[in-house]
């Protein structure tokens, strides 16, 4: 599988709104997250970011993974914003996907700020 076609798809919405929204936005996008917390331990000693455990704190972040983290939550509601445009089952599952995803620009703030 050519992974520059699969993230055409899936930026384009040509993927299932459950792949997008489970797999990609939760999933891979919870590897992603620890992946970042691990590069704040191990290359900028950032341990403040442990102190709030089990609540993760955004704000305390580097400013080069606060970009990444900004780059890859547009990147992930717009993927899974097309799905659900795509979608052609209940309407519920639009609107939930939809919410979820106004929910998360919403609280981005907290990651820039």
């Given at each position: 599988m050519n992974i520059q076609k699969?993230?055409?798809?899936?930026?384009?919405?040509?993927?299932?709104?459950?792949?997008?929204?489970w797999?990609?936005?939760?999933?891979?996008?919870?590897?992603?997250?620890?992946?970042?917390?691990?590069?704040e331990l191990k290359f900028f000693n950032n341990t403040i970011l442990f102190e709030n455990i089990p609540f993760l704190s955004f704000s305390d972040l580097h400013i080069i993974n606060k970009f990444i983290v900004l780059i890859w939550t547009l990147f992930l509601t717009v993927g899974i914003w097309?799905?659900?445009e795509n979608y052609q089952g209940r309407f519920i599952w639009t609107?939930?996907?939809?919410t979820v995803l106004s929910y998360r620009l919403f609280i981005l703030k907290e990651i820039i700020y």
């Open positions: 699969t993230l055409e798809d899936f930026w384009y919405g040509k993927i299932s709104l459950w792949k997008s929204y797999i990609v936005g939760e999933l891979i996008n919870g590897l992603i997250i620890i992946i970042i917390f691990n590069i097309r799905s659900a609107v939930l996907a939809l």
